[in-house]
C-alpha cells in the first residue's frame, strides 16, 4: 500500500514522501496512529493543501522535544534488583520500570518514547534511548545492581561480576569442605549426629 508520510518514521521517510509499506503495517500502525494518508489523489490535494500547517506544527514539537532533551544531559537512572550469584536477574527489567524511574527523577517520558530492544535480563550498565520526537532522540544510562553500593562502583567503571568471582578465587573458590572418608550422600551434619550417637 502507498501512503503520504505525515511525520518522519524511521527507516521509512520524511514528511510528504510517498512510500510503499505493507498493508499490515499501515492498517495496523501508521493509519491509526495519524502518522500517514493512503496516498490516493483526494489526500494528496488535502496533504499539498496543508503541508506549510504540518511542517509547522512539526517543526513546534520538534523545538520542544529539543528544549526537553537537554533536561536529559548525563541522565542515568539506578535500578536495585536482586540477582543470582552470576548477575542474572530474577526477572527484568522492562519498558515500564524505565518510564516510572524516569518520571521518579522528573522527566516527562511515555512509554512508546522509550526503545528498549530486548528486556534487561543482567546487572551492568546500558545505554537505553529515549525517542523524544521522531527527530529528536537522546541516550539514558540505565545502571542496574543488586545494591545501593554496587551501582557506585559499576558508575564508576568497575566490572562488579569479575572483581566477586577474583574475592572467591582469592579465597580458594567456591568450594565445600571435602571429607574423603564420607559416605555417598552424607552431609557434615549427619556425619556429627552419627558420631554423637
Known sequence: MDVILLERVEKLGAIGDVVKVKDGFAR????PNKKALRANEANRKVFEANRARIESDNAARR?????EAGSFKDASVTLIRQSSNVGQLYGSVAVRD????LVADGHKVSK???VLDRPIKAIGVYDVR??????VAVNVKVN???SPEEAEMQAAGVDVMAQVFEEGRDQ?????DYDPNAEP?????????????
Not at 529515549?130 to 527527530?135: A, G, N, S
Not at 580458594?172 to 565445600?176: A, D, I, L, N, P
Not at 550422600?185 to 550417637?197: L, M
Open 130 to 135: 529515549v525517542q523524544l520526537h521522531p527527530e
Open 172 to 176: 580458594g573458590g567456591f568450594t565445600e
Open 144 to 146: 542496574v545492581a543488586r
Open 63 to 67: 523545538s520542544d522535544a529539543e528544549k
Open 98 to 101: 524505565l518510564v516510572d524511574a
Open 28 to 31: 495496523n500502525f501508521l493509519l
Open 112 to 114: 512508546s518514547q522509550i
Open 185 to 197: 550422600g552424607v552431609t557434615a551434619e549427619t556425619q556429627e549426629e552419627q558420631a554423637q550417637a
